[in-house]
């Protein structure tokens, strides 16, 4: 069986883990060429994983590459024109998140799938994780009967680097974007989208939120309370509350947790562990995967317009705490 040869753009920290996590799958895959940004760290990252192809620029990289397909892992304000430039060549993409920095942008790599016929995903990698799909499962399957609130943070102290992206404004920085997206989307999938959104967030100096604490409702009277900081941790678990019980998944929730507790208020407490092997990306790659080879432009599981409705509640929670990527609106 011949592998599925992957072009990656951004050889960073999350690329590192991507390429790791491909050895996981039972079907061959090979890092067949990298993009990066600074000569050295790009090598490096060739060395490491056996990538036979290095490129410095976007145009050679998509002229000159052997690639199925493009795993996009830059800071995310350049998601958009590399996504864009993929589609266009007909390339499929796995998009790390977010998607993009706005709506807008978001709209337009979806046309662009649509025009070009060509599969695109966010790689919002915790939806396929065996941990989110079980609490889905419990849900469906009226254990905690309706839910009534969730409460989920993300919140990781940065190194306090002003040269760091997560500070960065030309970078897409801000505690939202890289990890107030969690929670949010675990509140999106487990309720859609909010009737309304109220949201306060401390600026940092250069004009991104460290922290932001947001607050959901929902016409039928549910609500998601919801935290990112980039200025503390946190270890709460992400818990799900219904009228039957309450669903914690213990910490780290977004990651592999130490198990999830499903609390029934009649017949009392089971623990289920969670175990995989590698970090989880695997799951998702499986998906993108599987939808290439059945020539889907989209996966059911994180369709387009969970990505598009996602970034649009994102879009609002920014602009009530003021967060501005002047570069790009
Ligand atoms: N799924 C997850 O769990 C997860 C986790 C972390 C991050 N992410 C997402 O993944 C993205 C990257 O995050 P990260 O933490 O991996 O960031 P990172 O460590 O800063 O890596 C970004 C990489 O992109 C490179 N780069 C910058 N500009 C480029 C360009 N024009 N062309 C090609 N490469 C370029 C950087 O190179 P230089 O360092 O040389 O500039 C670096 O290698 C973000 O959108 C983030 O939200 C996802």
Redesign the pocket.
């Known amino acids: 069986m011949k592998p599925t040869k992957w072009g990656i753009?951004?050889?960073?920290?999350?690329?590192q883990?991507f390429a790791h996590d491909l050895k996981q799958l039972n079907s061959p895959q090979k890092v067949q060429a990298v993009?990066?940004?600074?000569k050295k760290?790009?090598e490096c990252?060739a060395t490491e994983f056996d990538v036979p192809q290095v490129f410095m620029e976007?145009d050679e990289f998509l002229d000159k590459a052997d690639i199925d397909i493009v795993y996009v892992?830059?800071?995310?304000t350049?998601?958009y024109e590399?996504v864009l430039a993929c589609l266009q060549r007909k390339i499929p993409v796995l998009c790390?998140?977010?998607m993009t920095i706005n709506a807008d942008q978001c709209s337009a790599l979806i046309a662009a799938s649509q025009t070009y016929r060509t599969f695109l995903m966010e790689?919002m990698?915790i939806r396929f994780l065996p941990s989110i799909r079980q609490v889905m499962e419990l849900v469906k399957n009226g254990r905690i009967g309706k839910i009534t609130s969730i409460k989920a943070a993300m919140c990781y102290k940065a190194p306090q680097d002003s040269d760091s992206?997560y500070f960065d404004p030309s970078l897409?920085g801000g505690s939202l974007?890289?990890l107030g997206i969690y929670p949010i989307f675990l509140s999106m999938l487990l309720l859609g989208k909010p009737d309304t959104v109220k949201a306060v967030g401390t600026l940092s100096g250069e004009g991104v939120d460290e922290d932001c604490s947001i607050l959901f409702h929902y016409k039928e009277g549910q609500r998601a309370i919801l935290e990112s900081s980039l200025t503390s941790d946190t270890e709460q678990p992400a818990e799900i509350t219904g009228e039957k019980g309450m669903i914690r998944i213990f910490n780290p929730w977004f990651e592999r947790p130490a198990g999830i507790e499903l609390h029934l208020y009649d017949e009392g407490r089971v623990v289920y562990p969670c175990n995989w092997p590698g970090h989880g990306?695997q799951f998702e790659t499986q998906e993108v995967l599987d939808c290439i080879e059945n020539k889907k432009i989209e996966s059911e599981w994180h369709p387009h317009q969970f990505s598009l409705n996602l970034i649009t509640v994102l879009d609002e929670i920014r602009s009530q705490v003021r967060v501005t990527y002047e570069l790009y609106e």
């Open positions: 753009i951004g050889p960073g920290k999350i690329a883990v993009l990066g940004h600074t760290t790009t990252f976007l892992a830059t800071p995310h350049l998601h590399q790390e998140k977010p790689g990698w992206r897409g974007l890289d990306l």
